[in-house]
């Protein structure tokens, strides 16, 4: 069975930075895409970032660019979000989802970032 | 909002048939992209129903079922059960932007 564990959110001021961490099990990490998909509170879902399996392609939403990088360690089978200058709207839950580019097939619980002074 | 429209909200009685639609655009929906569709239950992580328009997903019953016309999806939910009771997501690709992934805003199933 697929499990996967997001860890490394909590409370954060607004300029500050966080690494959250996606370790996935019963798996071939390393066959498979990864995406991070964001829910505010009380709102929809927002996909924000994904790495191919190898890790050579990245792709990001605009509302992240340049402030968050994406990366996976396949030795590991951990996945990466590496959030800098955060501003109170990136306060969701984050999830990370195995997959394809195109879809999430299985999903994480979610950890929660909470970005306020 | 959303690129993807959804209903904010539908309802059924237990037993009934509801369906709940995704409209698109030519750049996403209409340009063929295929649309997928997720549950996410009070509390819960999001779960893939179904992909690629209309394939469920592993163990989902098959009073799930999901088609595509045109510029538009549909979700269609047979037999409406309590534990039915749910938000659902349309999810695609649009072309026209940057990222990957575009969803619905989302609609919260009442089962009566």
């Known amino acids: 069975e697929v499990q996967l564990l997001e860890s490394g959110g909590g409370l954060v001021q607004p300029g500050g930075s966080l690494r959250l961490s996606c370790a996935a099990s019963?798996?071939?990490?390393?066959?498979?895409?990864m995406n991070w998909v964001r829910q505010a509170p009380g709102k929809g879902l927002e996909w924000v970032s994904a790495?191919?399996?190898?890790?050579?392609?990245?792709y990001y939403a605009d509302s992240v660019k340049g402030r968050f990088i994406i990366s996976r360690d396949n030795s590991k089978n951990t996945v990466y979000l590496q959030m800098n200058s955060l501003r109170a709207e990136d306060t969701a839950v984050y999830y990370c989802?195995?997959?394809?580019?195109?879809?999430?097939?299985?999903w994480g619980q979610g950890t929660l970032v909470t970005v306020s002074s | 909002q959303s690129v993807l429209t959804q209903p904010p909200s539908v309802s059924g009685a237990p037993g009934q048939r509801v369906t709940i639609s995704c409209t698109g655009s030519?750049?996403?929906?209409?340009?063929?992209?295929?649309v997928h569709w997720y549950q996410q239950l009070p509390e819960a992580a999001p779960k893939l129903l179904i992909y690629?328009?209309?394939n469920r997903s592993s163990g989902v019953p098959d009073r799930f079922s999901g088609s595509k016309s045109g510029t538009s999806a549909s979700l269609a939910i047979t037999g409406l059960q309590a534990e039915d009771e749910a938000d659902y997501y349309c999810?695609?690709?649009?072309?026209?932007?940057?990222?990957?992934?575009?969803f619905g805003g989302g609609t919260k199933l009442t089962v009566l």
């Open positions: 030519s750049s996403n929906i209409g340009a063929g992209y295929d």
């Open positions: 019963g798996l071939t990490f390393s066959s498979y895409a």
């Open positions: 999810q695609s690709y649009d072309s026209s932007l940057s990222g990957l992934w575009v």
């Open positions: 989802a195995k997959g394809t580019l195109w879809f999430g097939e299985s």
């Open positions: 690629g328009n209309n």
């Open positions: 790495i191919s399996g190898s890790g050579g392609s990245t």
